[in-house]
């Protein structure tokens, strides 16, 4: 017999209250309660990172957390930071740098990053290498995506000293 608990969550800025098990993990409840697919399923052991998202603000891997354990919490998946017509400067990044090729890592990499840069927002690039160590990609070889932390760290550093360029850009 299946369990199943109450929650109330906000993600992406929307409330959300709903009945789940009570070991349906967050992952599987944001791709498949809410459709929120950019969260993608990797690994299922915390190896990947392709599964990243924020919780109050905090990096976390969504596969070795229970949806139920974020009862009250806000959770920002990727398609919370930006959209196609307003994309985070993260997003630019990886768009403009070539930081992706399939795709599969890129919004666990996204969210890992902007972790970092929401606690450090001029990092090395070795800050860089460490605050993605736990995020693979199969594909790129990293130095894109090294380069395309670095180009979204200039561009926020770069709103925040001149406000007009900001306005300008959107």
Same mark, same amino acid.
């Given at each position: 017999?299946?369990?199943?608990?109450?929650?109330?969550?906000?993600?992406?800025?929307?409330?959300?209250?709903?009945? *789940?098990? +009570?070991? $349906?993990?967050?992952?599987?409840?944001?791709?498949?309660?809410? #459709?929120?697919?950019? &969260?993608?399923?990797?690994?299922?052991?915390?190896?990947?990172?392709?599964?990243?998202?924020?919780?109050?603000?905090?990096?976390?891997?969504?596969?070795? *957390?229970? +949806?139920? $354990?974020?009862?009250?919490?806000?959770?920002?998946?990727?398609? #919370?930071?930006?959209? &196609?017509?307003?994309?985070?400067?993260?997003?630019?990044?990886?768009?403009?740098?070539?930081?992706?090729?399939?795709?599969?890592?890129?919004?666990?990499?996204?969210?890992?990053?902007?972790?970092?840069?929401?606690?450090?927002?001029?990092?090395?690039?070795?800050?860089?290498?460490?605050?993605?160590?736990?995020?693979?990609?199969?594909?790129?070889?990293?130095?894109?995506?090294?380069?395309?932390?670095?180009?979204?760290?200039?561009?926020?550093?770069?709103?925040?000293?001149?406000?007009?360029?900001?306005?300008?850009?959107?």
């Amino acid at each position: 017999m299946s369990q199943k608990v109450s929650i109330g969550v906000s993600v992406n800025g929307v409330m959300h209250r709903d009945e *789940v098990e +009570a070991r $349906q993990l967050l992952v599987h409840y944001l791709r498949d309660s809410l #459709g929120l697919t950019g &969260t993608h399923v990797g690994c299922d052991t915390s190896q990947c990172g392709a599964c990243t998202v924020h919780v109050d603000g905090q990096a976390i891997k969504s596969c070795t *957390v229970f +949806a139920a $354990q974020v009862d009250g919490c806000a959770v920002t998946t990727v398609e #919370g930071i930006g959209s &196609t017509t307003d994309m985070h400067p993260l997003q630019e990044g990886f768009w403009e740098m070539h930081g992706l090729q399939c795709g599969f890592c890129t919004p666990g990499m996204i969210m890992s990053a902007a972790d970092l840069l929401s606690h450090n927002p001029d990092p090395s690039d070795d800050d860089i290498r460490h605050a993605l160590e736990g995020n693979f990609c199969r594909c790129t070889g990293y130095h894109n995506i090294l380069k395309a932390v670095r180009y979204a760290a200039d561009k926020m550093a770069s709103r925040e000293t001149n406000p007009e360029t900001a306005a300008a850009d959107d």
